[in-house]
């Protein structure tokens, strides 16, 4: 099983490599490709020292799975020339997520919509990972009409860049900007571009690719983006309404007994979810569990997940694993 990870070097590539290390991905040659300026430089996986090789000499090498975390320029040029040679490409950026015949994959909520002619496999954005891997056990249950988020997501959403703007703000230093204003001490409610409906980028992927992954275009959907200065990972205030009545006791065994969902809910010992217990964690945690009092049949709660893990490197190496255990990739 050769396995190439595309863009070995940045953040995310970095924490593929880490996670596929730590589940003990079953591969048997590692190919880690970059840009051009990387080439030739090392990385290290299980105790071993591997070359930066260049995309071209990684096609050739024709390598049965590509995780790709490259941005989406480079996945757009490069991904069908690594599915013409066979290769099943999952893809991080946002490049191929809502193009109609490419599969958008949370392995806990619709891995099996993959089949044997998905070259182009594409990975959700972070923010959404997490919050339809909480959806999904309750739309099936209770049917969601209608869902509002407010998230706070982490500087590491954006990048080293942005990190270091964090940290050498924080120490008074000097710095290169990632984002157009101050980021520490502060709240930027801004997550990538504007659109024309004055909708940033990021709240308009959340809306879209939420109902492509629960396959459910009559979910109606609102976002509010908002980056804070925390790293660690994503939080999300998420607001539901159902068609069908609940019992929140009953919600809470459901999720607590959902794959990959860890249930953190007690406000008597002030147990809930935050950034700062799910960094480096693979599961989504959810809490702050309650009805809505101000409408029927809604519910509010408070869900986090390590947005470089859950949110990007272990949702694409939890893809390779489903297509290998089923017999996708052979």
């Known amino acids: 099983m050769k396995i190439a990870v595309v863009g070995a070097t940045g953040l995310v590539g970095t924490m593929m490599l880490k996670v596929l290390e730590e589940r003990n991905f079953p591969l048997t040659e590692l190919i880690p490709v970059a840009s051009e300026k990387s080439v030739g430089k090392e990385i290290e996986y299980k105790g071993k020292k591997y070359k930066v090789v260049s995309m071209d000499d990684a096609i050739a090498m024709r390598p049965d799975i590509a995780l790709f975390s490259a941005g ?55 923010s959404t990972i997490q919050m339809v891997v909480v959806l999904k056990p309750l739309h099936e249950k209770y049917k969601i009409k209608r869902v509002v988020v407010s998230t706070y997501q982490s500087v590491t959403g954006t990048g080293v ?89 009953e919600i809470k065994t459901l999720l607590a007994n959902s794959d990959g969902i860890v249930l953190q ?24 569990i309650r009805r809505d009092e101000s409408q029927d049949k809604s519910l509010n709660l408070w869900v986090v997940s390590d947005n470089l893990r859950k949110g990007a490197a272990t949702n694409a190496v939890q893809i390779a694993e489903y297509l290998i255990k089923n017999n996708i990739v052979a």
């Open 161 to 249: 860049k942005a990190v270091d703007q964090l940290m050498n703000e924080r120490k008074g230093v000097a710095t290169e900007m990632a984002y157009p204003y101050t980021i520490d001490l502060n709240v930027i409610p801004q997550i990538d571009v504007f659109t024309e409906n004055d909708y940033t980028k990021e709240e308009m992927k959340m809306i879209n690719e939420t109902k492509k992954i629960m396959g459910d275009d009559a979910i109606r959907l609102t976002a509010t983006t908002v980056r804070i200065p925390v790293m660690g990972g994503h939080s999300e205030s998420v607001n539901i309404e159902f068609e069908n009545e609940f019992d929140v006791n």
């Open 72 to 126: 989406g320029t480079t996945s757009l040029k490069e991904a069908p020339r690594f599915a013409e040679v066979g290769t099943v490409v999952i893809d991080n950026s946002s490049a191929w997520r809502m193009e109609p015949n490419i599969p958008l994959v949370v392995p806990e909520v619709n891995a099996s919509v993959l089949t044997k002619n998905d070259k182009i496999i594409a990975n959700p954005n972070c």
């Open 265 to 288: 809910d007690d406000p008597s010992t002030l147990l809930y979810p935050m950034p700062l217990t799910a960094h480096n964690k693979d599961a989504v945690f959810v809490g702050r």
